[in-house]
């Protein structure tokens, strides 16, 4: 009943402000629908390409509505100060000097966050900032920068009110679909560790200590022509009954974080205490910018390599290297200082080295074991992250 | 006159700044100045013994550029709550040349003391420290990890009626249901209190003589368990003497048996 009475209210505003412009302005304005572009952002697939065109249909409006003299440009702004960093979003046809993006980014992440409804002047600039919301870490600024003489705080309020909603309504949504999304994922995730944990792996282990024993009978010379049989049996079991407990770790890893790094500091927390190795962590990757799926595989790699050093690298030190070499080239070495590999010692749990190469492929990673030069092992897996996409 | 003296005065000017500077890289530690935008405006030559990275590659350069990635935080906060009255020490991983990491500690403060900026900073490689560190504690987590999974009870308690604790390991919970830190110092409840009334006495006597004679012991006694249970255990220890002979304590490990 409200509703009813809402809509047609603003439905005869709308049409007395079309009256009074068709009288009162020179210029056209461009049909810039806010409720569209609100909804554009809040059901985007991936965000980062939709809000840049977002962006520009708003700045074609700006551009509108602050005189040429004025120049006002618009800019989102995502800081992240647990992480350091800065996201910076516009629909402008010549991305922002490096040095402005450079004292933005010490401005608003860096440092203490300004003010909110301040202007301020940098690098010759006049810049309006607005926070728009916060979503965990992170803070949604919107930013309007004005080339030359910037206008008065009511008149930016009044002209930039709508374009601040749609913005704040759209990203808000976004978010909020994401966090719901995420915790689905997760509790399904959580869902079916907790199956597999309760049926095939109690299976498996049974079926793992049957199979040993009929090996182990077989060894008498009387049955010695089943013994590749029960040989083949005992490690094939044995090695799915390994797979399917990595599988419920990995996953029940990557639920707790939902990320790369956080699961690989966690194995090497669990790792340290059943050992004496010194682990050392390097971890030069920016923020997860991983697929749940690519992910678990690589966690997968990193606790199989992790759990061959304690078991049979004799090694003292281990180190663990997460980098970027390049934008899209993601790099993971694994290396100890340990007895090395011999590949031609199959032993029965060299499955574990296949299992590790058919992960990588699933992925597209490339999985690279070798011994080093100096003594011990080295693991390198690299996944281009462009190719994956 | 004058003319001739102005460029002496100048050249001795120069002569104190170059001897300065020789001074600077004479030291073995990098001595560092940054200015407002936190860029790098002086460094001397120990940085690049350390870092492998050039004098010339690094003047002008924001600092944060030659940390590891995860240590930008922690410098970010550190600029934030640096005040001209005091001074602040961090410790950092720097990223060589090479692509290596150089533990360091840093300490830094302002120049003027009405003023923040410019800074003034020390920086030492402690990466040997840092590593030897590493190795201590990971035989230290080793050895207390091994001990806390035993099915069993490490202990070294005081040579006393109640058996107070100096260390219990973590199958104190396994053998008598109450924690380890419970036990700690008699903090809540000691040895002493659950063992079996019939049993106090022998134990003590048993434990007594074998002291007496520098030996060891081996005695089966019974406990009440937080729970009320009763379960029979088998105390494996020695004494604990200083070089003149005296009793320090008791040392020994707690197993359980089987009813009898």
Same mark, same amino acid.
């Given at each position: ?37 609100? *909804?554009?952002? =809040?059901?985007?697939?991936? %965000? ?13 409006? %700006?551009?509108? $509505? ?42 608003? &992440?860096?440092?203490? =966050? ?12 006049? %810049?309006?900032? !607005?926070?728009? *919301? ?11 920068? *004005?080339?030359? =003489? ?11 009110? !709508? ?36 049926? $095939? ?74 050992? =004496?190795?010194? *682990?050392? $962590? ?26 061959? %050093? ?15 070499? &390049? ?63 | ?14 002569? /104190? ?34 870092? #492998?990275?050039?004098? /010339? ?5 924001? +600092? ?23 001074? /602040? ?9 090479? #692509? ?116 060891? +012991? ?32 008791? /040392? ?9």
């Amino acid at each position: 009943m409200l509703n009813i009475k809402l809509k047609s209210w603003i439905d005869g505003q709308s049409w007395f402000g079309e009256t009074v412009r068709a009288v009162t302005k020179k210029k056209e304005l461009p049909s810039v629908d806010f409720n569209d572009l609100a *909804f554009k952002l =809040a059901t985007a697939e991936n %965000i980062s390409e939709t809000l840049p065109g977002v962006l520009k249909s708003l700045q074609w409006l %700006i551009n509108d $509505l602050f005189p040429p003299a004025q120049h006002a440009e618009l800019i989102i702004l995502f800081s992240n100060p647990s992480t350091s960093e800065t996201f910076m979003h516009h629909g402008l046809d010549k991305a922002p000097a490096a040095k402005l993006m450079q004292s933005l980014h010490h401005l608003f &992440t860096v440092g203490k =966050a300004p003010d909110a409804s301040e202007m301020m002047v940098v690098d010759d600039l006049t %810049i309006a900032p !607005s926070r728009l *919301f916060e979503h965990d870490n992170l803070t949604v600024w919107s930013l309007f920068l *004005f080339h030359g =003489a910037a206008p008065s705080a009511k008149q930016l309020k009044w002209k930039t009110a !709508s374009i601040e909603t749609t913005l704040y309504k759209g990203l808000q949504a976004w978010y909020h679909n994401e966090s719901k999304l995420k915790k689905a994922l997760e509790s399904e995730r959580a869902m079916y560790a907790a199956e597999l944990h309760d049926s $095939l792996a109690q299976v498996l282990g049974y079926l793992r200590l049957k199979s040993l024993k009929l090996d182990k009978l077989c060894q008498q010379a009387e049955f010695s022509s089943l013994k590749p049989i029960t040989e083949d049996l005992a490690s094939y079991t044995q090695c799915a009954y390994h797979q399917t407990r990595e599988l419920i770790t990995s996953s029940r890893l990557t639920m707790q974080s939902d990320n790369l790094s956080q699961g690989v500091i966690n194995s090497i927390k669990e790792f340290e205490h059943q050992s =004496a190795i010194v *682990f050392e $962590l390097d971890n030069r990757l920016p923020l997860n910018m991983l697929s749940p799926q690519q992910s678990m595989q690589m966690l997968y790699i990193v606790r199989e390599s992790l759990s061959n %050093i304690v078991r049979h690298s004799h090694a003292t030190h281990a180190r663990v290297v997460l980098l970027l070499k &390049t934008s899209s080239l993601l790099q993971i070495h694994i290396e100890d200082n340990g007895t090395g590999i011999n590949p031609e010692a199959a032993r029965s749990d060299s499955f574990g080295l296949q299992i590790m190469k058919e992960r990588a492929d699933r992925i597209g990673a490339t999985l690279m074991i070798n011994n080093r030069p100096e003594g011990g092992t080295r693991v390198d897996l690299s996944l281009n992250l462009e190719a994956n996409e | 006159m004058t003319l001739l003296k102005w460029p002496r005065r100048h050249s001795q000017a120069q002569e /104190e700044e170059s001897q300065l500077l020789h001074l600077f890289n004479s030291l073995n530690e990098v001595v560092l100045l940054f200015d407002k935008q936190q860029q790098v405006q002086f460094v001397n030559q120990y940085w690049e013994v350390i870092t #492998g990275i050039p004098v /010339e590659q690094t003047l002008g350069r924001m +600092f944060s550029d030659f940390l590891h990635p995860e240590e930008i935080p922690s410098w970010s906060q550190l600029l934030n709550k640096i005040t001209p009255s005091q001074h /602040e020490n961090i410790w950092f991983r720097l990223i060589s040349a090479s #692509g290596e990491l150089r533990w360091c500690e840093m300490r830094i403060q302002s120049v003027n003391k009405d003023q923040p900026y410019p800074l003034s900073a020390t920086l030492c490689d402690i990466t040997p420290q840092v590593r030897n560190e590493e190795v201590r504690h990971a035989s230290h987590r080793s050895l207390q990890s091994l001990v806390d999974r035993l099915p069993a009870m490490l202990y070294r308690s005081r040579n006393n009626a109640s058996w107070s604790m100096e260390y219990v390991s973590e199958g104190c919970e396994l053998l008598t249901g109450y924690s380890a830190e419970s036990m700690l110092n008699q903090s809540q409840v000691s040895l002493g209190s659950i063992i079996h009334q019939d049993d106090a006495t022998r134990v003590w006597e048993n434990v007594q003589q074998a002291l007496e004679t520098f030996s060891p +012991f081996d005695i089966h006694y019974r406990l009440t368990r937080a729970d009320g249970t009763e379960v029979s255990v088998q105390d494996k220890g020695r004494g604990l003497y200083s070089k003149s002979g005296m009793v320090l304590g008791v /040392e020994g490990i707690l197993l359980l048996t089987n009813k009898r």
